[in-house]
């Protein structure tokens, strides 16, 4: 395998922080690595790999010589760095919703649609946390019995929202125990021990940008038809790390509950937790700084013919964006898309 | 109006007291009152209507010249006790599954299905909290639409499962905060900071029996055929009170938001709460203590040609338990049916 220069865009946020860890768990091969920040965390000292580095604040220059640079800073930075990086003949491996859906930009899952990084013209996205463990789950069973339509309740934790919102728990937690009164800031509503049927902005349809994500992104990964029924209700609920879904899916072809576990106890980064007799399925506490993705709740779906529901969760700072990003750098290195 | 001698079964539980609370609110005439519960908590003390009453231990003769019985002691209990106030020419109004699913049984929810009052024998069954809620949001819109097709996804919160877990979830939850280690009992998991995919025992089919509740219970309440495809996903989310519910629904007619709205904005026992501009929709905190089942996120289901989705919450021991249960009892004593 060839070694990269890579680069870090981002590297002090929630997200960041995991690449790091996650870039040494998979051993990716580097030549030389920098740490990048906006202007504010420039200067602070990070650890790496035994040596100490100081993160620099990113500019265009930045990315000189960079091979790889796996981006987690917000759409506005992507956007901002993006075209300098390929300009400079880089790649970037983009954690935000800038170029998800530009017809130019594959939108890849490391195990589910690999093939696609081959199509790359310098970006590539990484899909939104609460897609990602839902393809894990779906891409073997659409290639088995073909999605015919999809029905999503998300349970999302709030580190999807970043550190601001994860100590936002915490304190409010702490304030409505002790009664006393908190001002939400990272939410609209007051998070603690509360449910708020909102992530990210609203869109003229009615629904929110997050679950647009999942509707738009669900089909350009698994290279669906526009018009396959998909539909998402996003709700955020007091839990620091894990996104669970609640999903109802109807396929082509008949399934079983047998039929769908024997496929998902083969699929790539998948762990069937399902033994009902025994209280066993997934729950989030227990999925958080996990790699893989949890189904439990496999069942027989009572609104469709040939349906299944199941429940599922993952880490969604793992596999829903650190854990992705840098299986995608990996693949790229390793199969010199640089 | 006739006034009735009433009697709360279950008058120390976390339903119970809610219960008197209503009795007052809705000035549900009697002669005489008395409040029983288990040998347990015989003895408590407890004011109701500006007077001091203490709890008597239930037994047979409890229910001696007693018209009306305002049930919530649980399942076995109300078994045992039933056919002893039957006997005696009484009325029971329960709040357990006991008898929901008899065909002899009315299971009426006040405002959605009253006219099955008149065919009791004896014995009135309340539905469980999250078929209520979600009850008096439907039964307007199957009029209306006629419902095809229903997927639910629920957030429920502890107080579904009584004092216990409520506090459970104030101590683990602190127990979580700082760092220290909690063995659940009130849940299979703890559920601080969590969600648990099983509410009540699992069936055969891999669904819980609360998820089964919903699928048969709206059935019997909305009169819907036995064959018509509904399905059910139940969560405990880590919320003091109030229950959330998901709701995907495929219609037989046609609908639009605004119809769909419209109806609901004319609905008995509902409030629409529907500006996603303003970031006004329903959350469990701000519906907890209060009467309605507040709908919001309403907007045209992706999944269905003819489809609406909605967010739904309410207090899940006032409508969902408490207030039935003494709307019910008031209903049978204006309409003399005891």
């Known amino acids: 395998m060839t070694k990269a220069n890579l680069a870090v865009l981002g590297a002090t946020g929630v997200v960041g922080r995991h690449i790091l860890e996650i870039l040494k768990e998979l051993e990716v091969p580097y030549n030389s690595i920098k740490f990048l920040s906006s202007k504010k965390s420039a200067g602070t000292k990070l650890e790496f790999d035994g040596k100490e580095y100081t993160v620099e604040e990113a500019v265009p220059e930045s990315f000189d010589g960079v091979n790889v640079v796996l981006a987690s800073a917000g759409g506005s930075t992507s956007k901002l760095f993006a075209p300098e990086i390929v300009k400079r003949g880089g790649v970037i491996i983009d954690n935000s919703s800038a170029f998800r859906m530009d017809k130019d930009v594959p939108l890849v899952i490391a195990g589910v649609n690999d093939g696609d990084l081959k199509s790359h013209k310098g970006i590539i996205a990484n899909p939104n946390c609460s897609t990602s463990q839902l393809m894990l789950a779906?891409?073997?069973?659409?290639?088995?019995?073909?999605?015919?339509?999809?029905?999503?309740?998300?349970?999302?934790?709030?580190?999807?929202?970043?550190?601001k919102a994860i100590n936002e728990l915490k304190e409010s937690t702490k304030a409505s125990l002790n009664d006393e009164k908190f001002e939400p800031s990272a939410f609209k509503k007051d998070i603690a021990f509360n449910c708020i049927p909102q992530i990210d902005i609203f869109c003229d349809n009615g629904y929110t940008n997050e679950e647009m994500k999942v509707v738009r992104e669900t089909k350009k990964i698994l290279h669906l038809d526009e018009n396959l029924p998909i539909t998402c209700t996003a709700v955020r609920v007091p839990v620091f790390v894990s996104h669970s879904e609640a999903v109802d899916v109807e396929f082509e072809l008949p399934v079983t509950k047998e039929s769908v576990t024997e496929v998902l106890k083969n699929a790539y980064g998948v762990e069937v937790v399902d033994d009902t007799d025994n209280y066993v399925y997934p729950v989030p506490t227990e999925a958080a700084g996990k790699d893989p993705v949890y189904v439990g709740r496999i069942r027989k779906c009572l609104a469709f013919e040939n349906g299944i529901s199941f429940f599922c969760v993952a880490d969604n700072l793992r596999i829903g964006a650190a854990l992705n990003t840098v299986r995608l750098a990996k693949l790229v290195i390793e199969q010199g898309l640089y």
Chains 1, 2 share one sequence.
């Open 138 to 163: 779906l891409e073997p069973l659409n290639k088995a019995f073909k999605i015919k339509r999809l029905i999503v309740s998300t349970y999302q934790s709030v580190s999807g929202a970043g550190l």
